[in-house]
């Protein structure tokens, strides 16, 4: 296991990327009380919000060339992973102030969800290095995730969920489950772990984690650990609708070591291939298998509360 490095950082100017649409618009409310606290505490605010992911991402990145102490997100999951676009594998730390729907990079990492208790922690908490994984698909597009990829079952909810404005929060996968299971059948796969097949037989869903949970606290990956070197692959194998609506509490929960039909793996890279299914990474849409998952040791740098 990789030694954990924490280290205390100066804080004077920070760049605060905010999506205004994340948390259904409370995403601007939440920003702007951050701000305000982080102006209170002495610390001088660049304030972004591109007009597209694409824009968003340009900004983040001039906003770490040009030499602020850290690069701050106001929003989900889907805007943090973008951020690790240009801010992996650099010495300027990720601050996190959480309005999303889902917020399970700020639950992994114990982040309050109150902005300005967010704040507090980029100004007085600690830097932490971790690793970050890394997707590759067969034409060479990349992206790096924080917290898990998912494909299969889980994915087509995702799809579903993302199309449902009620309920809010982790309710709205429990819904897009259960009108999934109108559609729901098997998928073949083919899944191998360090270049050795482990898995060629049809499977409900395959869950690659850098930490533990997705879609607002299910823990899909509950081992896993965002420090140790190795990504962690939840695979659910074939199985019929009732089953597979008995398992779920349990994956939401993490208490699925040794449940029949539920297995757990540990490895440096890990391939998928499904025939075109969708693959989303940190909440959002990547790209559709077959993808190579490798773990990038080292490559993130988040500030969270003091240990």
């Known amino acids: 296991m990789n030694d954990i490095k924490i280290a205390k950082r100066e804080i004077n100017k920070i760049a605060l990327l905010t999506n205004p649409a994340a948390g259904k618009g409370l995403a601007k409310h939440k920003s702007n009380r951050a701000e305000a606290r982080f102006h209170q505490l002495g610390v001088d605010v660049i304030s972004i919000a591109g007009s597209s992911p694409e824009n968003s991402a340009e900004l983040a990145k001039e906003a770490l060339e040009s030499g602020v102490d850290a690069l701050v997100v106001c929003g989900g999951d ?23 729907t889902g917020n399970d990079h700020a639950r992994e990492y114990g982040i309050p969800l109150d902005p300005e208790r967010a704040a507090e922690v980029v100004v007085e908490g600690v830097s932490v290095r971790t690793d970050l994984g890394k997707m590759r698909t067969d034409d060479g597009h ?18 579903r969920a993302n199309t449902i404005s009620w309920p809010k929060g982790s309710a ?5 489950i259960v009108l999934e299971f109108l559609h729901f059948h098997s998928i073949p796969c083919r899944i191998f772990l360090d270049d050795e097949l ?3 037989e ?7 984690g850098n930490t533990r949970s997705y879609g607002g606290g299910m823990q899909i990956c509950p081992d896993a650990r965002h420090n140790d ?4 692959l939840t695979v ?4 019929n609708r009732y089953n597979v609506a008995r398992k779920f509490p349990k994956i939401y929960t993490g208490n699925i070591r040794g449940e029949e039909g539920l297995s757990q793996y540990r490895a440096k890279k890990i391939r998928i291939e499904m025939p075109d299914m969708p693959v989303y990474a940190d909440g959002d849409r990547f790209d559709v298998l077959p993808i190579e ?9 988040y500030l969270i509360p003091r240990p």
């Open 78 to 100: 889907g805007l943090i992973n973008l951020a690790l676009q240009a801010q992996a594998n650099t010495d300027t730390p990720l601050g996190i102030i959480p309005a999303g």
């Open 142 to 159: 990349e992206r790096y995730f924080g917290t898990c990829v998912t494909q299969g079952f889980d994915s087509i909810v995702t799809e």
């Open 172 to 176: 709205r996968y429990v819904a897009a």
């Open 198 to 200: 482990v898995v060629d």
């Open 202 to 208: 049809p499977i409900t869903l395959a869950a690659v």
């Open 229 to 232: 070197g190795l990504l962690d």
């Open 236 to 239: 659910l194998g074939r199985m």
């Open 293 to 301: 998952y490798t773990v990038e040791e080292h490559a993130g740098l």
